[in-house]
C-alpha cells in the first residue's frame, strides 16, 4: 500500500532562514511519482513538482530545491532564503504508475514570520 | 496551463438539504475527474473517481448514496451531498486529468468549502 509520511506538523521560521520539509514515502511499486504541492490560506492547490522514481537528479527552481534519495525513500523540500510569503501548508503527494489518484501526507505547515 | 473551475466557492446551507458542487474542465476535455475532501487542518482525501460516462468509483468508506457523482460530460462533473449533515462540512476539492505520453497530468479545482449549518 502507499502512503506518505511528513513528520514535521508545523515549522516556524524567520525570513531569510533556510527550511527544509522532510517527506518519507512508501510504495510497491518500481514506478511512482513524487510530487509537492503548496495550499495557501486561500485552499487553493499549486502544483510546485513533480519527479517520477527513475530521475534521481535533484532540481533546483529559484528558491526551490528538492531532494530525492530513493535509497531512504524520501523526498525532501528546502527554500533558501524563506519569505513571508512561503507561509502556507506544503503536501507531499504520491502516484503509481497506472494509477493516477494521488495519496497526500498530512502536510507540514510552515510559518515565516519577518 | 490547464484550468479546472469550481462553483460554487463555499456555500452555506441547513441540516437535511443536499447540495450539488460542479466542477469544469474550461480548456480541456476530461475523461475522468477525481474528487476529494479535506477536513480542517487535516490532509486531502480521495473520495471517488469520476469517469465520463460511467459510474464513480468510490473510496472505501465514502458512502456512495450520500455523495452522488455524475460525469455526464468530459468537461463536467458534480458531486451532491445529499442530505448534509454538520459532519460533511468540509473544503471539497474535485481533479482533473489531462493524458500526455508518459504521464495524465492532474490539475486542481479552487476548491468549495462546505458549511452545514
Known amino acids: 500500500a502507499q502512503k506518505v509520511t511528513q513528520a514535521q506538523t508545523e515549522i516556524s521560521v524567520v525570513e531569510k532562514e533556510d527550511v527544509t520539509l522532510d517527506c518519507v514515502y512508501e510504495?510497491?511499486?518500481?514506478?511512482?511519482?513524487l510530487f509537492w504541492y503548496k495550499q495557501p490560506p486561500s485552499g487553493e492547490l499549486v502544483f510546485l513538482i513533480r519527479?517520477?522514481?527513475?530521475?534521481?537528479q535533484n532540481e533546483i527552481s529559484g528558491r526551490y530545491s528538492w531532494n530525492f534519495q530513493k535509497s531512504t525513500s524520501s523526498f525532501n523540500f528546502t527554500i533558501t532564503a524563506s519569505q513571508v510569503v512561503d507561509s502556507a501548508v506544503y503536501f507531499c503527494?504520491?502516484?503509481?504508475?497506472?494509477?493516477?489518484?494521488?495519496?497526500f501526507g498530512t502536510g507540514t505547515r510552515l510559518l515565516v514570520s519577518p | 496551463g490547464a484550468v479546472v473551475s469550481q462553483h460554487p466557492s463555499w456555500v452555506i446551507c441547513k441540516s437535511g438539504t443536499s447540495v450539488k458542487i460542479e466542477c469544469r474542465s474550461l480548456?480541456?476535455?476530461?475523461?475522468?475527474m477525481f474528487w476529494y475532501r479535506q477536513f480542517p487542518k487535516q490532509s486531502l482525501m480521495l473520495m471517488a473517481t469520476?469517469?465520463?460516462?460511467?459510474?464513480?468509483?468510490?473510496e472505501q468508506g465514502v458512502e456512495k448514496d450520500k455523495f452522488l457523482i455524475n460525469h455526464a460530460s468530459l468537461t463536467l462533473s458534480t458531486l451532491t451531498v445529499t442530505s448534509a449533515h454538520p459532519e460533511d462540512s468540509s473544503f471539497y476539492i474535485c481533479?482533473?486529468?489531462?493524458?500526455?505520453?508518459?504521464?495524465?497530468?492532474?490539475?486542481f479545482g479552487p476548491g468549495t468549502r462546505l458549511t452545514v449549518l
Open positions: 481533479s482533473a486529468i489531462v493524458g500526455t505520453l508518459d504521464y495524465n497530468e492532474q490539475f
Open positions: 510504495t510497491r511499486d518500481t514506478t511512482y511519482y
Open positions: 519527479r517520477n522514481s527513475f530521475d534521481e
Open positions: 503527494a504520491l502516484s503509481e504508475r497506472g494509477f493516477q489518484k494521488l495519496v
Open positions: 480548456d480541456f476535455q476530461a475523461t475522468t
Open positions: 469520476s469517469n465520463e460516462g460511467s459510474k464513480a468509483t468510490y
